[in-house]
């Protein structure tokens, strides 16, 4: 499938480049859509709130039918979401669904932008939302992209009217939006802006609305549709070979880390779009109705329709070469135009089409993928002509800090490659390769970017470009290339990877959060990897007051680039609860580095190198607990086993079709993972022997399922029904309920304050119906909602106990949240008062 997809983008490539880094080449069917392209003066900015969010139908639309610059302005990065194809979560998984939205555009002719703000996890209501972002912040960066890429018409996928409905981020980008769609016209709104890129007034702007934002079918046909226009968004593309709908849905499957991966579809269907803000078209089929999307828009734009209209009506498909000096032609005239949008935007398309229309090959690759600064590559640059204009490689220029310009004034014959040698000592000014968005420490709702430049950028640009100064039928003509690798694999064919800077040394501790579940020391490694040869220098490790390491200090020595070594330290907890970061330094010479290197490699993706601040939290818990053996059976995937077996529990994964009475009978207590009975079939014809387990003396905990697609109605021995309540703000005040219960007070006391640091939520999907057997003990509530009290519910049975909880310990547990650890401890030792187990017991 992988493969397929990559194939089918390389036919497709209607795009700035094609899979991964693979350089773009564009055959004469693309040029010619490129041409109509050129020659449509008109824009579309798409806005919702996360990556997968856009409807890719839509863009593609506007991109290839309307022919219109057509963009995606996602307010986050996705880095609250799941990854279904790897271990990166949080900022790492915003970097892979950038680059996911990226591949999408590709594939669906869009451009991709963002804000700063952050995808901090769930949110029911856009106040809760608009508090967590920096709302100014966020309508800044909407307001800026209106400014930079000044669209005619704004369409948001959600609706701005509807508070409540959905989540919070996605109402909230609709009303953002709705707001930046006036400021951005008002020249006393973030000033500073106006002097750089000037007001701007869109002339519409849209929801993209669905029979789904009614309830159902029925009420969309009846409802009015005046406001409303109407697209048929499977049109085909015959010099494509591609329905629209078959391109959205080839660029939605890029949302892979999603389990977007989706069939394609083909044939008429309608989407539909409520207008908002700005005039009513005429024509209901035609967004742009009214707004002039000619050459004719900008002033002096009549000669180059001229020339480029017949450009594109008499294609030359055998020899687009033929029509190298109407471009360059044209392309002077569009030089000369004083709208500096248009003329940008034009000179960038035109630059390409010629590029491609004259067969060039430019290539910069460097001798090796990744190199630290003061070290020296060689760089291959490559520059081909394949047509039989007259073009001369006149010089070329590295920008490494500061542009080094080579002349060379050779020219370059029929397909008479000019290869040249360069070697290049990259510059101790330059920073390492990183997502500019993760380089300082952001808050809950925003990223820091201290560069106001790159704000709104999908990604961090280049540090090494290679300029290629051409003279082509005696215009001059600058075409900028990144500098890239180039490999093959035997069993992948020839590849492409970014060029990146790394640092000399970095370092990492497998383990991000550390338990000392008693005063016991442990043994921590700690890796450290050479991005130089010969590296030569020491470790050491920051850590909190209270604790020790040993050795202070250790030497490494690393001969070759890219190798490891593995260091390992003593740490000694304090005798008390306390917790702190644990940090490698790493002493090169006079320099320290204290980031872990990050590397991110999968194939619809390009390559990603990310720098992180390396630490572990470590944390000394006062806990105690009973009980010794638990199976785990496992749901939708978390790490609650891993980090019972960290305070010392013996945890072992029971498949569901192996529980029976003999092999439960082994075990003091049974752990069920989220989302289980949604999932596991086999569960429902277990919960019999499950029950008896908990009868006969077991402890049985379930964490959270949804309420919709149960595989059973019995997950529990007495009734209860799960509801779609969910305390969402992780600071909720928790009330307790019954003081007294032994799961409060044995063999930990739990008081509020074990509900403090607690991270992104409380819990989900709590039941609000219970039989009499269950007792509630905890109460809480987001603000402005009645008082939640399902989040943990324990029910004597037989001689065991029964817990359903909703509470996330799933994102508790990994962030090292002690109150987490001490309750969990706590429920699955109920009932077990007697039994003497010096198992966790000290002091
Ligand atoms: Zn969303």
Redesign the pocket.
């Known amino acids: 499938m992988q493969k397929l997809l990559a194939s089918v983008l390389l036919l497709l490539s209607i795009s700035l480049t094609t899979q991964a880094q693979q350089p773009e080449k564009l055959n004469a069917s693309e040029i010619h859509q490129s041409v109509k392209k050129l020659n449509f003066l008109g824009s579309v900015l798409y806005l919702a709130?996360?990556p997968?969010?856009e409807n890719t139908r839509l863009i593609s639309y506007m991109a290839n039918h309307v022919k219109a610059r057509t963009a995606y302005l996602s307010l986050t990065r996705g880095d609250g979401g799941q990854n279904l194809i790897g271990p990166e979560i949080r900022e790492l998984l915003g970097v892979i669904r950038t680059q996911e939205l990226l591949a999408a555009r590709r594939t669906d002719g869009g451009e991709q932008r963002f804000t700063r703000a952050n995808d901090f996890g769930y949110s029911k209501h856009p106040d809760e939302t608009l508090e967590i972002w920096n709302k100014d912040e966020v309508l800044n960066d909407v307001v800026l992209a209106i400014r930079q890429f000044k669209p005619d018409i704004i369409i948001n996928r959600f609706d701005h009217r509807s508070p409540g409905t959905t989540?919070g981020?996605?109402t909230s980008s609709a009303m953002l939006s709705v707001e930046a769609f006036d400021l951005a016209n008002d020249k006393n709104a973030y000033p500073d802006q106006v002097k750089q890129y000037g007001t701007w007034q869109p002339q519409r702007e849209f929801f993209n609305t669905s029979w789904w934002f009614y309830g159902s079918q029925e009420k969309f046909d009846e409802a009015d549709k005046t406001n409303l226009l109407s697209f048929d968004i499977g049109v085909y593309y015959p010099t494509l070979g591609l329905s629209n709908n078959e391109i959205a849905a080839l660029a939605s499957s890029q949302h892979l880390c999603q389990g977007f991966g989706r069939l394609s579809q083909r044939g008429s269907q309608t989407e539909y779009i409520e207008l908002i803000k700005g005039d009513l078209p005429k024509d209901k089929n035609n967004i742009f109705d009214g707004i002039n999307t000619t050459w004719t828009r900008v002033k002096g734009g009549k000669k180059i329709e001229a020339i480029l209209k017949t450009i594109e009506n008499n294609f030359n498909f055998e020899n687009p070469s033929a029509h190298l000096s109407q471009l360059l032609e044209a392309r002077q005239l569009i030089a000369n135009i004083d709208n500096p949008q248009w003329k940008t935007q034009k000179i960038k398309e035109i630059n390409r089409i010629i590029e491609a229309c004259a067969g060039l090959y430019l290539e910069a690759s460097a001798s090796a993928p990744t190199a630290s600064t003061g070290q020296t590559i060689d760089v291959t640059i490559e520059a081909l002509n394949r047509s039989n204009a007259n073009i001369t490689l006149d010089s070329y220029s590295i920008l490494n800090n500061k542009i080094n310009t080579t002349k060379y004034g050779k020219p370059l014959n029929y397909n008479n490659k000019q290869q040249i040698k360069e070697q290049l000592t990259i510059s101790t000014k330059l920073q390492p390769t990183a997502p500019y968005w993760l380089n300082k420490k952001g808050s809950l709702g925003m990223y820091t970017v201290d560069d106001k430049n790159l704000i709104g950028k999908p990604e961090t640009p280049r540090a090494i470009t290679v300029d290629f100064n051409l003279n082509i039928n005696g215009f001059a003509f600058t075409l900028k290339k990144d500098l890239i690798y180039r490999y093959s694999k035997p069993d992948k064919g020839e590849l492409y990877r970014p060029f990146e800077i790394i640092p000399e040394a970095s370092a990492k501790i497998d383990q991000k959060v550390i338990i000392f579940e008693n005063d016991q020391q442990k043994e921590i490694p700690v890796t450290v990897k050479a991005g130089k040869d010969n590296l030569e220098g020491f470790v050491t490790l920051a850590y909190p007051n209270g604790w020790s390491v040993y050795p202070e200090k250790q030497n490494i020595s690393i001969a070759n680039k890219g190798q490891e070594q593995t260091l390992v330290f003593t740490v000694i907890p304090p005798k008390n609860q306390n917790e702190g970061l644990l940090s490698p330094i790493v002493t090169i010479g006079n320099k320290t580095y204290t980031r872990e290197l990050v590397e991110i490699d999968y194939e619809h993706i390009p390559f990603q190198t990310v720098l992180l601040p390396s630490e572990s939290k470590i944390v000394r818990l006062d806990i105690q607990k009973r009980g010794n053996n638990i199976a785990y059976i496992e749901g939708a995937g978390d790490v609650v086993p891993e980090s019972l077996k960290q305070i010392g529990y013996n945890v072992m994964v029971l498949k569901p079709e192996d529980i029976t009475a003999e092999r439960l009978s082994a075990f003091d207590a049974v752990v069920v993972g989220i989302r289980a009975y949604n999932i596991v079939e086999t569960l429902k014809f277990k919960q019999d022997l499950l029950f008896d387990f908990v009868k006969n003396g077991g402890n049985m905990i379930v964490q959270y399922n949804t309420n919709r697609r149960l595989k059973t109605d019995q997950i529990a021995p007495y009734d209860l029904k799960l509801s779609r309540d969910r305390v969402t703000d992780e600071n909720a005040e928790v009330k307790l309920l019954a003081p007294k219960h032994e799961i409060l007070n044995f063999p930990n006391t739990i008081t509020t304050k074990d509900f403090e640091g607690w991270t992104q939520e409380r819990g989900l999907y709590f039941p609000n119906q219970w039989a009499p057997q269950f007792t509630p003990i905890l109460s809480m509530h987001d603000k402005n909602e009645t008082a939640k009290t399902g989040s943990l519910l324990v029910a004597k049975h037989g001689k065991g106990h029964y817990i359903y909880t909703g509470l996330s310990f799933f994102r508790e547990f990994p962030a090292g949240v002690s109150g987490a650890y001490r309750l969990f401890a706590n429920m699955l030792s109920i009932g077990k008062n007697n039994i003497n187990n010096d198992n966790g017991l000290k002091h």
Do not use: E, S, T
């Open positions: 709130a996360h997968d969010d989540h981020h996605h």
